[in-house]
């Protein structure tokens, strides 16, 4: 399974971004919906942080304290995706945001590449 993060880039305080994860590379008789999501941000120097996490198909959702009420994450196993609606972005939010996705029974796991977020003050 290869995940693909995009939408990253610069942007100011109190500012917007949507990151999107796209997945691909089943095997046969996989499908997205059996994959549970996170979001997961790393700032140089510190330990990579939780920011989200979706269920497989997409019901349960929960973000981190730190992005209560600002961030929002979503699934959409038709076009095997999961988004990051970040609102009321701040400079402290700066850092890589990751996908990762994990197999609900077997635990396979994998990792994006990742995509750069700025936020300027």
């Known amino acids: 399974v290869q995940l693909v993060e995009s939408g990253g880039g610069l942007v100011q305080s109190g500012g917007s971004l949507r990151l999107s994860c796209a997945a691909s590379?089943?095997?046969?008789?996989?499908?997205?919906?059996?994959?549970?999501v996170n979001w997961y941000r790393q700032i140089p120097g510190k330990e990579r942080e939780l920011v989200a996490t979706?269920?497989?198909?997409?019901?349960?959702?929960n973000v981190a304290d730190p992005v209560k009420g600002r961030f929002t994450i979503s699934k959409d196993n038709a076009k095997n995706t999961v988004s990051l609606q970040m609102d009321s972005l701040k400079p402290e939010d700066t850092a890589v945001y990751y996908c990762?996705?994990?197999?609900?029974?077997?635990?396979?796991?994998?990792w994006g590449q990742g995509t750069q977020v700025t936020v300027s003050a």
């Open positions: 990762y996705a994990r197999h609900v029974t077997r635990l396979t796991s994998y």
């Open positions: 590379g089943f095997a046969s008789g996989f499908t997205f919906s059996q994959y549970a």
């Open positions: 979706v269920s497989g198909v997409g019901d349960r959702r």
